[in-house]
């Protein structure tokens, strides 16, 4: 992720990379200088009053802290997602950054694909009429065996949940944002596939597990689902399902939503991120490709390129940076970006779902 941020980060105007930290310094130093970046230790980038923001790209267990550090420290905090690994810590963050009235954003970026902007605004202008149903999938295959490892299926360094906090908490993210409804209350399934897994004798990068022999590994229990099914209420009359799954053989990375409402139905599919189909009752359906001068006009804005210039995965990051920054420069402006409230948002269902699949019952939702 850090690579990814740096990628992103040259993209957005008038931002300037000062320093790169890692917990390998050989790594740090790596990555830094493919970059033409120094890297630095913690204690310099928060010391350093020229820096004004933090982003924090380390595994979950280590978000919380660093975040609570880069804030205390008077710097703007970016966050990937999960925010933390618990409640009572994303609370502690929402309230630090509110407090030090300092700019804060969890980076769940998959929201600013250009066509769920589109969805969001044809809901918005009443297209779709009422929200009746929400459903989809976040589905992948790279844990799918036994012999696939990574540090998220750590649960010290990932947190309790791993499947649905690491791609779930991306799916209900997107399915309040874009619809505008909160979910109210849900009941959860979640499966562990392996409940051992052959863990690498030393660090490798993520896929590199693939190229291991037997003797390079070694058998660990594990304790994070690789699979959750959810069954929600949304507001007072809209219901969805959902499934989330890293051991889905063929799927690379499909989050599928699909909203219907009293007047008509949009679906879209992260693997095809270019089209969006738009369902009708009592009319052909269609498939629309993305092109800006098509879209809504507040959905316009996070398209930069022409129709038949596809945008993807790091577009994203792109548009959620530009106005992380935008907003860091204007302090009068609105925070046209996910912020901690959101990351906040998803540890309470994400509690819920953990909660809900010990008792295998119904969770109602707090509202936050």
């Known amino acids: 992720m850090g690579r990814v941020h740096l990628e992103a980060l040259r993209r957005v105007e008038h931002v300037e990379i000062a320093g790169i930290a890692g917990r390998n310094a050989a790594a740090a130093e790596k990555l830094g200088s ?20 933090v982003h924090v790209c380390t595994p979950n267990a280590m978000h919380f802290s660093m975040a609570k550090d880069a804030l205390l420290a008077g710097k703007h905090v970016l966050c990937e997602k999960p925010l933390t690994t618990g409640v009572e810590e994303a609370e502690e963050l929402v309230r630090l950054a509110a407090e030090r009235q300092l700019r804060n954003c969890v980076c769940h970026n998959l929201r600013y694909y250009p066509m769920p902007q589109q969805i969001r605004r044809m809901r918005e202008a009443g297209d779709l009429g009422e929200i009746l149903v929400v459903q989809g999938t976040y589905s992948q295959d790279w844990l799918l065996y036994a012999t696939d490892w990574n540090w998220r299926v750590d649960s010290t360094a990932g947190g309790a949940s791993r499947c649905m906090a690491d791609i779930g908490s991306h799916w209900f993210d997107m399915a309040e944002h874009i619809t505008g409804l909160r979910v109210s209350a849900l009941c959860a399934d979640l499966q562990t596939f392996h409940p051992t897994r052959k863990q690498p004798k030393g660090p490798v990068e993520t896929f590199a597990n693939k190229m291991l022999s037997a003797e390079d590994t070694i058998d660990t229990p594990i304790e994070t689902e690789d699979f959750g099914a959810v069954i929600f209420r949304m507001g007072q009359r809209a219901r969805g399902c959902m499934t989330a799954s890293q051991a889905s053989a063929g799927r690379k990375n499909r989050l599928s939503i699909e909203v219907y409402g009293t007047k008509g139905g949009v679906a879209w599919d992260q693997e095809r991120p270019d089209e969006l189909w738009v369902g009708n009752r009592d009319t052909g359906n269609q498939i629309i490709l993305k092109d800006p001068s098509l879209l809504k006009p507040a959905a316009r804005t996070y398209a930069d390129l022409p129709g038949g210039h596809s945008e993807g995965y790091d577009d994203t990051f792109k548009q959620v940076f530009r106005r992380f920054y935008a907003s860091i420069s204007d302090r009068g402006a609105a925070a046209e970006y996910p912020q901690f409230s959101d990351g906040l948002r998803q540890m309470v269902l994400l509690r819920a779902e953990l909660e809900s699949g010990r008792s295998q019952k119904w969770v109602e939702i707090p509202a936050i």
């Open 34 to 53: 493919a970059f033409d970046v120094p890297r630095l230790d913690a204690e310099a980038i928060l010391s350093d009053a020229s820096i004004d923001a």
